[in-house]
Every structure is written in structure tokens, then in C-alpha cells.
């Protein structure tokens, strides 16, 4: 069964530090995401990405974050510079289209330290 | 702003009880809302998806209902197993919003054997 990819499982960096999340979303999928939790609590939206573009962003994705997709299978989430409070798991999601069933990642640990 | 909330937070039941997470959300324009499951430090699973013109939608020992006129679903277990124990998220998706789901903070379900 077809899945959605992320590496690395668990990523410890130190403050300041940019660090590059990696995501390989299900082959046929146009629509791709990304989510945080933070530890204990909800899931929350930070991005979505179509054709190449932003299609929407929540006020969590700032200029600290971007969006990349750099060739026709990977799809990744660089953070500038690292904050403590960015320590989450970070959730990459695809989609067929907008409005239908989402498949979720295994997820990245983000520990800065 | 949609808020959803689910009810319990946390819920313990013995093997082979029938049992009923409930999830809410403030706004009923909603498109469709889709049912996870997320095992301790891993992904998010999904469960069912029910379109906003379902009433429910079932797979398995599992069926969910959706009420969008007043803001509620719920996730109907039957004969629950040990293998169950797990947190159910659910999340909304709204219209033209690039694909974002909302969610709750989850119901942590334990089944004792």
C-alpha cells in the first residue's frame, strides 16, 4: 500500500541551526502538507502546497519556514533558524485532491536544544 | 473561528465493550471530516472520512456519524480489543482552504484485557 515517507524519524539540533525535513509523499498526489504537534498538544496546519506554490499557511509558518519541492518526489520543510519552541513532531500529508482523505507520515521528532 | 473539541480526553474500558468518542466544532460549514487514530510517538492513521451530505460512514468494528447541523460526529467502537488502545484525533476540513483539516486534541483510549 502506497505511503507517505519522512526522514529522519527523530532530528536533535541546537538553537540557531537550520535543519531540513524530509518528506517522499505518495507518487500520484498533488496536494501536499505539513503539521506540528508539540508534545501534549493538538495537531496544528502550518502549510499547504500545490502546483509549486503556497496554497494557504497558518500564522505559525513564518519566515523562519519554507517549503521546497526540489524534484518530482521529495517534499521538505527547512527551518532558518531553530528555535527551542520549534521542538515538535512534524507531520508531512498528501492528498489526490484538496477535499479528500489526507495520508499522514510516520512523522520527525524535532529536539533543539 | 472553527474549534473542534473532543470528549472524552481520556476513556478506559474493559475487552469487548461497544464504546462512543464524540467530537464537536463551532462551525458547521464544514466539507468533510475525517477520523484518525495515533499510537503512542507515531503518525497519524487514518480512519474514515465522512462527507458533509453523510450521515455515517463505517469500516469495520468502526462506523462514524456526522451531525454537521449541530457541530457534532462520533466514532462508534464496537467490541473494542486491547489492540484499539491508541489516541483518536478527528479533524474538519473547511471550504477553499487548500486542503487544511482542524483537529481536536484527541480522546487517549485504553482497553484493558
Not at chain 2, 41 to 60: C, H
Not at chain 2, 63 to 71: H, I, M, T, V
Request: one cysteine or more.
Amino acid at each position: 500500500e502506497p505511503e507517505v515517507t519522512q526522514t529522519p524519524s527523530h532530528q536533535v539540533t541546537q538553537m540557531g541551526q537550520e535543519v531540513i525535513l524530509r518528506c517522499v509523499p505518495i507518487s500520484n498526489h498533488l496536494y501536499f502538507y505539513w503539521y506540528r504537534q508539540i508534545l501534549g498538544q493538538k495537531v496544528e496546519f502550518l502549510v499547504s502546497f500545490y502546483n509549486n506554490e503556497i496554497s494557504e499557511k497558518s500564522e505559525i509558518f513564518d519566515d523562519q519556514f519554507s517549503v521546497e519541492r526540489p524534484d518530482g518526489s521529495n517534499f521538505t520543510l527547512k527551518i532558518r533558524s531553530t528555535k527551542l519552541e520549534d521542538s515538535a513532531m512534524y507531520f508531512c500529508a498528501s492528498s489526490l485532491e484538496t477535499e479528500v482523505e489526507a495520508f499522514f507520515g510516520q512523522g520527525t521528532r524535532l529536539t533543539v536544544v | 473561528k472553527q474549534e473542534v473539541t473532543q470528549i472524552p480526553a481520556a476513556l478506559s474500558v474493559p475487552e469487548g465493550e461497544n464504546l462512543v468518542l464524540n467530537c464537536s466544532f463551532t462551525d458547521s460549514a464544514i466539507y468533510n471530516l475525517q477520523w484518525f487514530r495515533q499510537d503512542p510517538g507515531k503518525g497519524l492513521t487514518s480512519l474514515l472520512l465522512i462527507q458533509s451530505s453523510q450521515r455515517e460512514q463505517t469500516s469495520g468494528r468502526l462506523n462514524a456519524s456526522l451531525d454537521k447541523s449541530s457541530g457534532r460526529s462520533t466514532l462508534y467502537i464496537a467490541a473494542s480489543q486491547p489492540g484499539d488502545s491508541a489516541t483518536y484525533l478527528c479533524a474538519v476540513r473547511l471550504y477553499n482552504q487548500g486542503g487544511k483539516l482542524i483537529f481536536g486534541q484527541g480522546t487517549e483510549l485504553s482497553v484493558k484485557p
